[in-house]
């Protein structure tokens, strides 16, 4: 796989380190260990090798769930952040952090936009309207390139106000297809009703809209478009219980623009991937939080005109995703 031109730029990505103090566990099912202490040093792993590369990366994408609830708990979580942070910091490139269901475990809404976590970024402030208390947002870190980040709990029961019209909708949602009086368990009925748990969520119509919007400006102007959330939106890309709620909603909007290239996500702790009927990549991947000790999980990705090239570590595979 090697590339003899330079690539545009590269860029790191990361997922699920979900930081804690806390001796190594297992998720709720007990099939797979976790290993939360020792996700600080796979996260320094991954900043070392980042600071050493010849031409370091543009940014990095931080793909969610950056500290473990654990930490809400035991009243860590502004520590777990800090240091978590701190690793973050020196790095000298721009951090982009996508909120995943573990940042609000550990705060508020209200608390994440006053945070380090709220890298959101105004571009073109005149003809991009913002959606009120949404965190999505698009950069362009390279001409004809652009990146959109996306609110993956916008409809969901965390972080939410209960006394709020999205929180009332979010709930009426998961009822209708959730019997269970634990709303973290999925229905067992059918398979791609898994994803209606509580830790998962879905886009607020207000945000396809704009995402609509940003892509339309895209297409005109020719530009290659990753875009980005906590929860996969892929059935294939992904295990069901973790596909983001009304992802029958999104992907017919990201078919719809030429301009889309890529759809990177986390959550799902074993990664996944494929490429869609139109082209587009459905990229998940693999969590810190799950990768052993001796292991390494992030990746680099070197963007050229034609392809994406993602570089992987440890248990991140290499990749060729060419453009459609
Ligand atoms: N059947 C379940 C599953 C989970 N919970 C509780 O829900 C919260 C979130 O679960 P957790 O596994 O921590 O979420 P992650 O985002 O780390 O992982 C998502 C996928 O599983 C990864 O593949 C937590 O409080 C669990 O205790 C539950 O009650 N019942």
Redesign the pocket.
């Known amino acids: 796989m090697e590339e003899n031109a330079a690539p545009a730029f590269t860029f790191g990505l990361i997922a699920?380190i979900?930081y804690a103090d806390k001796k190594d566990g297992s998720?709720?099912?007990g099939t797979?260990k976790?290993y939360y202490r020792n996700s600080l040093h796979l996260l320094r792993n991954a900043i070392r090798h980042w600071n050493e590369e010849e031409v370091k990366p543009s940014f990095i994408l931080q793909l969610g769930?950056i500290i473990?609830?654990f930490n809400s708990k035991h009243g860590a979580s502004e520590e777990a952040l800090q240091k978590v942070m701190d690793e973050f910091r020196s790095f000298p490139a721009p951090v982009h952090h996508v909120w995943?269901?573990?940042e609000f475990?550990n705060f508020t809404r209200s608390a994440l936009f006053s945070s380090a976590l709220n890298s959101k970024v105004r571009e073109d402030e005149e003809s991009d309207e913002q959606i009120d208390d949404v965190y999505a947002y698009h950069f362009s870190p390279a001409p004809k390139f652009r990146f959109v980040v996306l609110d993956a709990y916008d409809l969901s029961i965390i972080g939410r106000d209960e006394a709020s019209e999205k929180y009332n909708l979010a709930f009426e949602i998961i009822k209708a297809h959730n019997p269970n009086e634990?709303l973290?368990?999925?229905p067992g009925r059918f398979q791609m009703d898994g994803r209606f748990?509580?830790?998962n969520g879905g886009f607020s119509q207000d945000q396809l809209d704009w995402l609509d919007r940003v892509l339309i400006r895209a297409d005109e102007n020719g530009e290659k478009v990753t875009v980005v959330s906590h929860t996969p939106v892929h059935p294939f890309s992904t295990?069901s219980?973790?596909l983001a709620w009304n992802f029958d909603e999104i992907l017919p909007v990201l078919r719809s623009h030429q301009s889309v290239v890529c759809f990177m996500a986390g959550?799902?702790?074993?990664g996944g991937y494929c490429v869609d009927a139109v082209g587009i990549h459905h990229l998940t991947v693999e969590?810190v939080?799950?990768t052993p000790p001796d292991f390494d999980a992030f990746g680099t990705v070197h963007v050229y005109e034609d392809k994406m090239v993602l570089r992987g570590n440890g248990r991140i595979k290499d990749r060729v995703l060419n453009y459609r």
């Open positions: 699920d979900q998720n709720f099912s797979r976790r769930d473990d609830g995943g269901n573990h475990y634990e973290n368990m999925p748990v509580k830790f295990d219980v973790c959550h799902d702790h074993d969590g939080i799950e």
